[in-house]
Nanobody, 120 residues
Framework: QVQLVESGGGLVQPGDSLRLSCAAS????????MGWYRQAPGKQRELVAD???????NYADSVKGRFTISRDNAKNTVYLQMNSLKPEDTAVYYC??????????????WGQGTQVTVSS
């Protein structure tokens, strides 16, 4: 059994910063990639940023230069540092991880989501 637990969301003003965390736990052999997605009301879930084995990072154009994804392999944790937040960043943010379990099977896991609201 593998779980992803997210934290760090909240209500902030435009221009503020937040850092999201997502920790994976359970019967993990390896984590092959982790990322953050978001879903605003009435919109489809979209990729915000991801980081794959080897350290390659990808960002949505809308967050380049403002958001930074990083990973602590020792803690099985991925972070999303969000700076210069805008109202259009308001969404539920979900963590996603590509994990090989201890039984050597590959799965995609999602976190439960954390709300980020940017409003004055």
């Amino acid at each position: 059994q593998v779980q992803l637990v997210e934290s760090g969301g909240g209500l902030v003003q435009p221009g503020d910063s937040l850092r999201l965390s997502c920790a994976a736990s359970g019967s993990i052999f390896s984590i092959n990639g982790m990322g953050w997605y978001r879903q605003a009301p009435g919109k489809q879930r979209e990729l915000v940023a991801d980081i794959i084995s080897g350290g390659t990072r990808n960002y949505a154009d809308s967050v380049k230069g403002r958001f930074t994804i990083s990973r602590d392999n020792a803690k099985n944790t991925v972070y999303l540092q969000m700076n210069s937040l805008k109202p259009e960043d308001t969404a539920v943010y979900y963590c996603k991880a590509y994990i090989t379990t201890a039984s050597m099977r590959n799965y995609v896991y999602w976190g439960q989501g954390t709300q980020v609201t940017v409003s004055s």
